[in-house]
Every structure is written in structure tokens, then in C-alpha cells.
């Protein structure tokens, strides 16, 4: 519960929220998608929106991070 009370709160990205606790991205989507379900599946269902949520927009933050790699590189 303090793993999806973090996503939430701080809207974090599983490799965020796996880093802040100490456990593996896998482990953090086990525990908000499947093991919290059984235990508060409202706190679950909101976990996972924000989890869905920033999945949904991977690939803009990638593609500013290469953006952002690039232009200090080339000077551009």
C-alpha cells in the first residue's frame, strides 16, 4: 500500500518507484496490479491509472531525452 500510495502521490514512474523502495520494475507492477488488488482495489485501480498514464507517454519523455542527448553533443 505505500508503493501505490507513492505512484500516486508523486505520480511516479515504475522505474521511479522501483528505485525508491529498493525493488525491481516488475516487482512494482506485480504488487500494484495483481497482489494490492486483493488487499484495496480502489488504491489499486488509482495506482495503476497513473502507471497506465505515464506508460501512454514513454515515448515523449524517450524522445526528448534523445532530443535533449543529441542537441548538447552536436552544439545544436
Do not use: C
Amino acid at each position: 500500500m505505500e508503493l501505490a500510495n507513492y505512484i500516486v502521490e508523486n505520480k511516479a514512474t515504475v522505474r521511479a518507484a522501483a528505485k525508491k523502495f529498493g525493488i525491481s520494475k516488475s516487482t512494482v507492477h506485480k504488487d500494484v496490479t495483481e497482489r494490492l488488488m486483493k488487499i484495496n482495489s480502489a488504491l489499486a485501480e488509482e495506482a495503476k491509472a497513473v502507471l497506465d498514464k505515464n506508460k501512454a507517454e514513454r515515448h515523449i519523455r524517450g524522445g526528448l531525452a534523445t532530443k535533449a542527448k543529441y542537441k548538447g553533443k552536436h552544439g545544436g
